[in-house]
Protein backbone atom coordinates (compact mmCIF):
# COMPACT_ATOMS: atom_id res chain seq x y z
CA UNK A 1 0.00 0.00 0.00
CA UNK A 2 1.21 3.45 -0.84
CA UNK A 3 0.39 4.67 2.76
CA UNK A 4 2.79 2.33 4.43
CA UNK A 5 6.42 3.66 4.88
CA UNK A 6 9.70 4.11 6.65
CA UNK A 7 13.22 4.74 7.12
CA UNK A 8 16.21 2.74 6.30
CA UNK A 9 18.56 3.06 9.40
CA UNK A 10 22.12 2.68 9.29
CA UNK A 11 21.93 -0.84 10.53
CA UNK A 12 19.96 -1.99 7.60
CA UNK A 13 22.90 -0.07 4.95
CA UNK A 14 25.55 -1.28 6.99
CA UNK A 15 24.94 -4.72 5.34
CA UNK A 16 25.04 -3.45 1.57
CA UNK A 17 26.79 -0.80 -0.49
CA UNK A 18 23.98 1.34 -1.67
CA UNK A 19 23.98 2.74 -5.43
CA UNK A 20 21.15 5.30 -5.29
CA UNK A 21 20.24 7.04 -8.86
CA UNK A 22 17.90 10.10 -8.89
CA UNK A 23 17.76 10.36 -12.07
CA UNK A 24 14.79 10.19 -14.78
CA UNK A 25 11.10 9.19 -13.93
CA UNK A 26 12.14 6.00 -12.26
CA UNK A 27 14.78 6.75 -9.22
CA UNK A 28 16.13 3.07 -7.85
CA UNK A 29 18.30 1.95 -5.60
CA UNK A 30 20.63 -0.95 -6.25
CA UNK A 31 21.71 -2.94 -3.13
CA UNK A 32 25.95 -4.19 -4.40
CA UNK A 33 27.74 -6.47 -1.63
CA UNK A 34 29.61 -5.20 0.71
CA UNK A 35 32.49 -3.20 0.12
CA UNK A 36 31.93 -4.08 -3.42
CA UNK A 37 32.53 -0.58 -3.99
CA UNK A 38 36.01 -0.26 -1.70
CA UNK A 39 39.10 0.35 -3.83
CA UNK A 40 41.55 -0.29 -0.59
CA UNK A 41 41.63 -2.95 2.71
CA UNK A 42 42.08 -0.69 5.57
CA UNK A 43 41.15 -1.14 9.27
CA UNK A 44 37.62 0.92 8.63
CA UNK A 45 36.54 -1.64 6.69
CA UNK A 46 34.32 -3.93 8.84
CA UNK A 47 32.28 -5.76 6.59
CA UNK A 48 32.21 -8.35 3.45
CA UNK A 49 34.52 -10.48 2.21
CA UNK A 50 37.87 -10.65 -0.38
CA UNK A 51 36.47 -11.56 -3.35
CA UNK A 52 33.92 -8.59 -3.86
CA UNK A 53 35.98 -6.00 -2.01
CA UNK A 54 36.43 -3.56 -5.29
CA UNK A 55 34.58 -5.14 -7.76
CA UNK A 56 31.99 -2.41 -8.94
CA UNK A 57 34.83 0.39 -8.29
CA UNK A 58 35.92 0.67 -11.68
CA UNK A 59 32.39 0.70 -13.12
CA UNK A 60 31.83 3.39 -10.83
CA UNK A 61 35.12 5.36 -11.89
CA UNK A 62 34.27 4.39 -15.49
CA UNK A 63 30.67 6.44 -14.87
CA UNK A 64 32.51 9.69 -13.82
CA UNK A 65 31.93 9.13 -9.91
CA UNK A 66 34.78 10.20 -7.73
CA UNK A 67 35.67 7.87 -3.74
CA UNK A 68 35.78 9.79 -0.50
CA UNK A 69 36.46 8.45 2.69
CA UNK A 70 34.12 8.29 5.59
CA UNK A 71 34.13 9.13 9.34
CA UNK A 72 32.32 7.91 12.00
CA UNK A 73 30.85 9.69 15.21
CA UNK A 74 30.34 7.37 17.95
CA UNK A 75 27.23 7.03 20.00
CA UNK A 76 25.18 8.76 20.41
CA UNK A 77 25.21 10.61 17.54
CA UNK A 78 26.05 6.77 15.36
CA UNK A 79 26.70 9.22 11.86
CA UNK A 80 29.55 8.82 8.88
CA UNK A 81 30.38 12.38 8.07
CA UNK A 82 33.09 13.15 5.33
CA UNK A 83 35.91 16.84 5.57
CA UNK A 84 34.51 19.08 3.44
CA UNK A 85 36.04 22.50 2.21
CA UNK A 86 34.01 24.97 1.64
CA UNK A 87 34.94 28.74 -0.52
CA UNK A 88 33.09 32.30 -1.03
CA UNK A 89 35.13 34.75 -3.45
CA UNK A 90 38.53 33.95 -2.38
CA UNK A 91 38.15 32.51 1.16
CA UNK A 92 38.56 29.36 1.93
CA UNK A 93 37.93 27.40 5.24
CA UNK A 94 40.16 24.28 6.71
CA UNK A 95 38.46 20.78 6.73
CA UNK A 96 34.57 20.84 8.05
CA UNK A 97 33.06 17.92 9.56
CA UNK A 98 30.22 17.19 7.12
CA UNK A 99 27.43 15.02 8.41
CA UNK A 100 25.85 12.82 5.68
CA UNK A 101 22.29 13.19 5.57
CA UNK A 102 20.32 11.15 2.67
CA UNK A 103 17.33 12.01 4.08
CA UNK A 104 17.36 16.08 3.50
CA UNK A 105 17.31 17.85 0.37
CA UNK A 106 19.44 20.77 1.18
CA UNK A 107 22.58 21.94 3.56
CA UNK A 108 22.87 23.80 6.24
CA UNK A 109 25.98 25.25 7.73
CA UNK A 110 25.65 26.04 11.20
CA UNK A 111 27.13 30.03 12.04
CA UNK A 112 30.95 28.69 13.08
CA UNK A 113 31.17 27.42 9.22
CA UNK A 114 29.60 30.70 8.11
CA UNK A 115 32.38 32.44 9.99
CA UNK A 116 35.06 30.81 9.03
CA UNK A 117 34.13 31.82 5.69
CA UNK A 118 34.65 35.30 7.11
CA UNK A 119 30.74 35.55 6.82
CA UNK A 120 28.96 36.91 10.14
CA UNK A 121 26.11 38.54 10.78
CA UNK A 122 25.95 42.15 9.18
CA UNK A 123 27.72 40.69 5.64
CA UNK A 124 25.69 41.26 2.57
CA UNK A 125 27.21 37.54 1.39
CA UNK A 126 24.55 36.39 4.53
CA UNK A 127 21.06 36.75 3.18
CA UNK A 128 17.57 36.38 5.22
CA UNK A 129 14.77 33.87 4.16
CA UNK A 130 11.68 33.37 5.09
CA UNK A 131 11.80 30.03 5.59
CA UNK A 132 12.42 27.65 9.10
CA UNK A 133 13.55 24.16 9.90
CA UNK A 134 12.34 22.64 12.73
CA UNK A 135 15.18 21.75 14.44
CA UNK A 136 15.55 19.36 17.38
CA UNK A 137 15.94 21.10 20.38
CA UNK A 138 17.78 20.00 23.91
CA UNK A 139 16.02 17.54 25.49
CA UNK A 140 12.86 17.87 26.82
CA UNK A 141 12.22 20.62 25.00
CA UNK A 142 10.82 19.07 21.75
CA UNK A 143 11.18 20.48 18.35
CA UNK A 144 11.12 24.14 17.73
CA UNK A 145 11.59 26.33 14.46
CA UNK A 146 14.90 27.51 13.86
CA UNK A 147 15.28 30.77 11.26
CA UNK A 148 17.22 30.13 8.40
CA UNK A 149 19.41 32.42 6.38
CA UNK A 150 21.62 31.36 3.38
CA UNK A 151 24.71 32.16 1.43
CA UNK A 152 26.85 30.88 -1.75
CA UNK A 153 29.31 28.21 -1.26
CA UNK A 154 31.59 25.89 -3.43
CA UNK A 155 31.91 23.00 -1.70
CA UNK A 156 34.68 20.25 -2.10
CA UNK A 157 34.82 17.35 -0.40
CA UNK A 158 37.64 15.36 0.72
CA UNK A 159 38.85 12.71 -1.88
CA UNK A 160 40.72 9.34 -1.06
CA UNK A 161 44.67 9.86 -0.29
CA UNK A 162 46.93 11.49 -3.09
CA UNK A 163 43.66 11.95 -5.42
CA UNK A 164 42.64 15.67 -4.11
CA UNK A 165 39.53 17.17 -3.38
CA UNK A 166 36.41 16.46 -5.19
CA UNK A 167 35.12 19.87 -6.67
CA UNK A 168 30.69 19.83 -6.32
CA UNK A 169 30.08 23.17 -7.64
CA UNK A 170 28.50 26.47 -6.32
CA UNK A 171 25.74 25.56 -3.71
CA UNK A 172 23.26 28.27 -2.21
CA UNK A 173 23.83 26.87 1.59
CA UNK A 174 21.35 27.37 4.63
CA UNK A 175 22.81 28.59 7.87
CA UNK A 176 21.43 27.87 10.84
CA UNK A 177 21.93 27.32 14.70
CA UNK A 178 20.19 24.15 15.02
CA UNK A 179 20.60 22.57 18.40
CA UNK A 180 21.59 19.22 16.70
CA UNK A 181 25.00 20.40 16.06
CA UNK A 182 25.72 20.75 19.93
CA UNK A 183 24.26 17.69 20.53
CA UNK A 184 26.46 15.62 18.28
CA UNK A 185 29.67 17.09 19.53
CA UNK A 186 29.58 19.75 16.79
CA UNK A 187 28.47 23.15 18.45
CA UNK A 188 31.70 25.08 18.66
CA UNK A 189 33.44 23.81 16.03
CA UNK A 190 32.97 24.57 11.55
CA UNK A 191 30.14 21.79 11.17
CA UNK A 192 27.38 21.06 8.42
CA UNK A 193 24.91 18.71 7.14
CA UNK A 194 25.22 17.31 3.90
CA UNK A 195 21.82 17.04 2.57
CA UNK A 196 21.22 15.78 -1.24
CA UNK A 197 21.49 18.98 -3.13
CA UNK A 198 25.45 18.38 -2.47
CA UNK A 199 25.18 14.43 -2.51
CA UNK A 200 23.37 14.13 -5.75
CA UNK A 201 25.54 16.25 -7.99
CA UNK A 202 22.63 19.32 -7.79
CA UNK A 203 24.16 23.10 -7.72
CA UNK A 204 22.52 25.28 -6.92
CA UNK A 205 23.33 28.93 -6.62
CA UNK A 206 21.00 32.11 -6.29
CA UNK A 207 18.08 33.12 -3.61
CA UNK A 208 15.47 31.05 -3.61
CA UNK A 209 15.10 29.83 0.06
CA UNK A 210 16.03 26.58 1.26
CA UNK A 211 17.62 25.04 -1.61
CA UNK A 212 16.04 27.14 -3.96
CA UNK A 213 18.02 28.60 -6.70
CA UNK A 214 19.35 27.15 -9.93
CA UNK A 215 22.41 26.45 -11.49
CA UNK A 216 23.84 25.93 -14.86
CA UNK A 217 25.51 22.85 -14.64
CA UNK A 218 24.01 19.88 -14.85
CA UNK A 219 23.01 17.02 -12.21
CA UNK A 220 24.57 14.08 -11.46
CA UNK A 221 21.87 12.36 -10.02
CA UNK A 222 23.84 9.41 -8.67
CA UNK A 223 25.42 8.43 -5.30
CA UNK A 224 26.76 5.40 -3.67
CA UNK A 225 27.33 4.92 0.09
CA UNK A 226 29.53 2.29 1.78
CA UNK A 227 28.39 2.25 5.53
CA UNK A 228 30.53 -0.47 6.43
CA UNK A 229 33.36 -0.02 4.21
CA UNK A 230 33.37 3.68 5.30
CA UNK A 231 32.94 5.40 1.49
CA UNK A 232 31.08 7.68 -0.37
CA UNK A 233 31.31 7.47 -4.15
CA UNK A 234 29.52 11.28 -5.64
CA UNK A 235 29.44 12.76 -8.98
CA UNK A 236 30.74 16.09 -9.68
CA UNK A 237 28.21 18.02 -11.62
CA UNK A 238 29.41 18.81 -15.42
Known amino acids: PTSV ?3 LGLD ?4 YDVFVNF ?9 LPPLSTCTSDDATATLGTGGQRGRAAEALSSAGLKEAPLFFLPPPAGLYFCKVQLQSGDTKTGAVSAIIDMGST ?9 E ?3 ISDG ?3 LRNTDAVVSGAAMPGQGYVPVRVRELDARIRIGGMAGKGAIDMGLHTCAVADLAAFSQLGLGSAPAMILGLDVLAGQPRKGSGGVGGGGGSS ?6 VLSAGGRRLWVC ?3
Do not use: Y
Open 116 to 118: ALG
Open 23 to 31: QGTDPHAVF
Open 236 to 238: PPT
Open 12 to 15: FLSR
Open 123 to 125: SPL
Open 218 to 223: KSSGKL
Open 5 to 7: GGL
Open 106 to 114: FTILNPQAA
